[in-house]
């Protein structure tokens, strides 16, 4: 039986201060039996000390020292170019490595002998793997710091105020997207005493929705009669004519809200239009829109930039917040090294690690593999 060595690299993403690692899992999977290497201040960004990892039962190496020893290497974002050109033939690398955004990284390393392992693919519906799901565990983290960072961005209060000033009416918030992030932003709003409503393309988000305290908005359902649900627990891509019909019917509730956090979302796809430039200029001053859409590929908001805040001329703010679980460092290291134990306790057996193309989680976890 054989001792797998797992090593954690540091972060290179511009920004990026999660850590795939962090002390609590060392000892997890130290008593698991395996070998972890840390590359010298991968938690530093997340507060957690070099010290930390040695007291847990890490060695801390160099990064050089890491990628020769290590049998899989664990990271939170995809490898940059220095970082994928340090893997060699036989290792396996495991994070959330966007390979429907970076086919050409996966057949590069594939390649070479390099076996990925992509969280992102995951399979959400299967509930032995929910423990495994990082971007739900993320998705939570950046609701919560969406509905944070709109209070923090908005100059009036969230909650009815009754004073000796007057009374101070709650704030109209507007949630666009009822997965893991929208349902946290609402939860979060509503805690803060904002009066939240929401939508979703899925009908049967309505119930979530309502047993947080919001109101699921009345929008006709897509003109071809599809539900909006697609596979793997996420929403299907809506065509051209849906997303015009849905823009058009949210537009008067866009208008009337103080605070919009928009969270739609497509694996590997444009993220669709939801807040039009027109919406946006109906706005009332002082309003807040918050895009966790925002990235390269554009937004749900249009005029969006990926963490870029724009006050337009017309006194409505704009945040492009593609990094929020970054901005929450220590928390969402923390949720993704679970789901990294999780996932580790699923594939190593005897000591190795064992990548079953027959096993539903492992083949769904390499599918870029094969793209």
Known sequence: MGTLTVGAVRERAPGERRVALVPEAVTLLRRDGLEVLIETGAGSGAWFADAEYTDAGATVVPADELYAQADAVVCVGPPDAETAQALRAGQTVIGL?????????????????????????????????????????????????????????????????????????????????????????????????????????????????????????????????????????????????????????????????DIVIT?????????????????????????????????????????TKPDKTTVLDNGVTLIGAGRLPSAMATAASTAYARNLVALLRHLVRDGELVLDPADEITAALMGGASS
Do not use: C, W
Not at 264 to 284: D, F, I, S, W, Y
């Open 97 to 257: 490595l966007e390979t429907l955004r970076h086919p050409a990284m996966v057949e590069e390393l594939t390649g070479r002998g390099v076996r990925t392992v992509s969280l992102d693919l995951l399979p959400r519906t299967l509930s032995r793997a929910q423990s495994m799901d990082a971007l739900t565990s993320q998705a939570g983290v950046a609701g919560y710091k969406a509905a944070l960072l709109a209070a923090d961005s908005y100059d009036r209060f969230f909650p009815m105020l009754t004073t000796a000033a007057g009374t101070m009416r709650p704030a109209q918030v507007l949630v666009l997207g009822a997965g893991v992030a929208g349902l946290q932003a609402i939860a979060t709003a509503r805690r803060l005493g904002a009066v939240v409503r929401a939508y979703d393309v899925r009908p049967a988000s309505r119930g979530e929705v309502e047993s947080l305290g919001a109101r699921f908005l009345d929008i006709q359902s897509p003109p071809n009669g599809e539900p909006g649900a697609g596979q793997g627990g996420y929403a299907r891509e809506l065509t051209e004519q849906e997303q015009r019909a849905q823009r058009e019917a949210l537009d008067a509730h866009i208008a009337r809200s």
């Open 263 to 303: 969270t739609a979302q497509v694996p590997g796809r444009k993220p669709p239009l939801l807040v039009t430039a027109a919406a946006v200029e109906r706005m009332n001053p002082g309003s807040v829109v918050v895009d966790l859409a925002a990235s390269e590929f554009g937004g749900n908001v249009e005029g």
